[in-house]
T-cell receptor, first 111, second 111 residues
Framework: EPEVTQTPSHQVTQMGQEVILRCVPI?????FYWYRQILGQKVEFLVS????????KSEIFDDQFSVERPDGSNFTLKIRSTKLEDSAMYFC?????????FGPGTRLTVT | ELKVEQNPLFLSMQEGKNYTIYCNYS?????LYWYRQDPGKSLESLFV?????AVKQEGRLMASLDTKARLSTLHITAAVHDLSATYFCAGDYNQGGKLIFGQGTELSVKP
């Protein structure tokens, strides 16, 4: 069964450093998303991406964040200058239209 | 803006008992989803509820949707330890749109 994959599974970085989180969505899906989950809290929407552009973004998704689909398969989330409060689990999801399938997540730890 | 609230947030059950998790949402939602999350893991889709009166069942879990009351329920029948996890409901505005998650219900099933 096709699945969403994410790399790395765990990333440790120092405050102020740039990180890139990578996702490979399910191949025939058209909609791509990033969500985050701070430990013990609910899942929060960051951004959605369709037709090679951002379709919606949340207040969390400020100028420090960017997304890209550099080729036909990868979907990346870049955080330009990480802060302590960016420490969270980041989930990528994809969908045809409707049900969103989630990847295994990348745990980002900012020290 | 759609708001989704679940209750209870924590639920400790004995094996063999029945219980219901409630999910209220504030405005019209096109669809209602239920996801399961095991500790440190990703979100696994359980149910997608599309219309008023929709009922779906899988094993010991049954989900229903009442769009007039803006309420979805996840009913657990004769709980077993394997059902221990956190359960999230989520709504969306439109196909391809962001998911708005509830806070999650942490279910613990004890022998």
């Amino acid at each position: 069964e096709p699945e969403v994959t994410q790399t790395p599974s765990h990333q440790v970085t120092q405050m102020g450093q740039e990180v890139i989180l990578r996702c490979v969505p399910i191949s025939n899906h058209l909609y791509f998303y990033w969500y985050r989950q701070i430990l013990g809290q609910k899942v929060e929407f960051l951004v959605s991406f369709y037709n090679n552009e951002i379709s919606e973004k949340s207040e969390i998704f400020d100028d420090q964040f960017s997304v890209e689909r550099p080729d036909g398969s990868n979907f990346t989330l870049k955080i330009r200058s990480t802060k302590l409060e960016d420490s969270a689990m980041y989930f990528c999801a994809s969908s045809q239209q409707g049900l969103q399938y989630f990847g295994p997540g990348t745990r980002l730890t900012v020290t | 803006e759609l708001k989704v609230e679940q209750n209870p947030l924590f639920l400790s059950m004995q094996e063999g008992k029945n219980y219901t998790i409630y999910c209220n949402y504030s405005t019209t939602s096109d669809r209602l989803y239920w996801y399961r999350q095991d500790p440190g893991k990703s979100l696994e889709s359980l149910f997608v509820l599309l219309s008023n009166g929709a009922v779906k069942q899988e094993g010991r879990l049954m989900a229903s949707l009442d769009t007039k009351a803006r309420l979805s329920t996840l009913h657990i029948t004769a709980a077993v330890h394997d059902l221990s996890a956190t359960y999230f409901c989520a709504g969306d505005y439109n196909q391809g749109g962001k998911l708005i998650f509830g806070q999650g219900t942490e279910l613990s099933v004890k022998p």
